[in-house]
């Protein structure tokens, strides 16, 4: 969940049904990667399974010679230890040459490049073996997937505890005092602001990366028609106002603001500038990302459950593009991901009037399961900017 709007940056996949699976990296333990398929394509049962391809011939035609998309999709096999045989095969049933493919195969350890990329490759799987083995030593307590609740936390055990020690945790008592508790309802929502225009997230069930794709789906509408759609909707997850809507950097917003705190002791009093709004219905979801800083989310109205996974099981993840993860934990695809059977998830429902701390860089997934208003915000009292390598934003 984002407490800001980012730009992307790299080559965005073509969709998330046609993201490949990447290897494990512990060779030993898997030395015939699994990889999903291109559509329209079926391999033996028992043979091993090719990453993603260029889209085979439309329709029967002669041989055609092999192309770049054809060379990129074999060196990235290859670097995945995949067969030759295999490789070849799929190349011919999509209508390529596969004498080709055979020769540039058997050349690629003769090429320096493809060289340099195999010490790259060998480079990340010893880091990734690393962050694995020290996973799991952390996974050998009996209270790992346990998200802790606490109430009257301290300044020193709440940084101490959870900041540096890098773990969610629902704070219970954080917004107990607050008049939006109290004030806040979609009823009350549109009687002081039904007249605004807003911006909502609007076609989400049609875009498979719809939150890839979240500038493209940015739509304006009334704020009451939205309250209206929402209060009257079944559970879905086509419309929805997010943080990158910046709602509460508006002047005629403000009012909400006064309707926030007191903060902890480790929050500073730069809110306005950090907090960010959440409306939608039941079944609105945000896929498995991390954020590129940490943050305090409280649930106003409705329930929100809340998957987490350690930032040191990124490698079985299959994070091939900037902070998005394909791997979806309501319908794991094993055959895709295998790697993510792997994977310790932390699963936590957050109540109304409580609040969750996400630490940095820890992956998560978040399902609405009622109508809900949330309230994000990122203004700890501790540094909380971070480099992940992004590009500034436009």
């Known amino acids: 969940m984002r407490a800001r709007d980012r730009k992307n940056h790299g ?226 997850n086509d419309e929805y106002l997010t943080a990158s809507n910046e709602l509460l950097r508006r002047p005629e917003f403000a009012g909400l603001l006064e309707d926030v705190g007191p903060l902890p002791d480790y929050c500073d009093d730069q809110l306005r500038n950090s907090a960010s709004l959440w409306v939608g219905p039941a079944g609105t979801r945000t896929p498995l990302h991390h954020d590129t800083l940490m943050l305090l989310h409280t649930q106003i109205v409705g329930r929100k459950r809340w998957r987490f996974v350690s930032p040191l099981s990124a490698p079985r993840l299959y994070n091939d593009f900037d902070v998005y993860s394909p791997v979806d934990f309501e319908a794991l695809d094993l055959e895709r991901f295998p790697e993510a059977a792997n994977v310790a998830v932390l699963d936590v429902v957050v109540e109304p009037g409580e609040t969750v701390f996400l630490p940095l860089a820890w992956w998560h997934q978040v399902t609405s399961l009622d109508k809900c208003i949330s309230l994000s915000f990122t203004n700890l009292d501790v540094p909380n900017k971070f480099d992940f390598g992004h590009a500034p934003p436009a």
Not at 92 to 101: L, M, T, V
């Open 11 to 236: 080559a965005k996949p073509a969709s998330r049904a046609a993201v490949a699976s990447a290897p494990s990296p512990d060779v030993a333990r898997s030395p015939e990667p699994e990889f999903a398929l291109p559509p329209g394509l079926v391999m033996p049962t028992g043979k091993e399974v090719l990453g993603k391809c260029p889209p085979p011939l439309d329709e029967a035609a002669a041989i055609k010679p092999l192309d770049d998309p054809w060379r990129q999709w074999i060196v990235d096999n290859a670097l995945r230890r995949c067969s030759a045989d295999n490789m070849i095969s799929t190349v011919a049933a999509a209508g390529f040459d596969p004498a080709q493919a055979s020769g540039f195969i058997a050349a690629l350890p003769h090429n320096p490049m493809y060289r340099a990329a195999e010490r790259q490759r060998d480079r990340y799987e010893r880091y990734a073996r690393v962050m694995q083995n020290v996973q799991a030593v952390r996974e050998s307590g009996d209270d790992y997937t346990r998200v802790e609740r606490r109430a009257g936390l301290s300044r020193d055990e709440f940084i101490e505890r959870y900041v540096r020690g890098c773990r969610p945790v629902v704070i219970t008592d954080l917004a107990r005092d607050w008049p939006a508790m109290k004030r806040w309802s979609f009823a009350e929502f549109k009687r002081r602001y039904g007249s605004m225009t807003v911006q909502v997230q609007a076609g989400r069930d049609r875009d498979d990366d719809y939150e890839i794709n979240k500038v493209r789906l940015r739509h304006n509408t009334n704020f009451a028609a939205f309250l209206d759609r929402v209060a009257t909707s079944d559970v879905t």
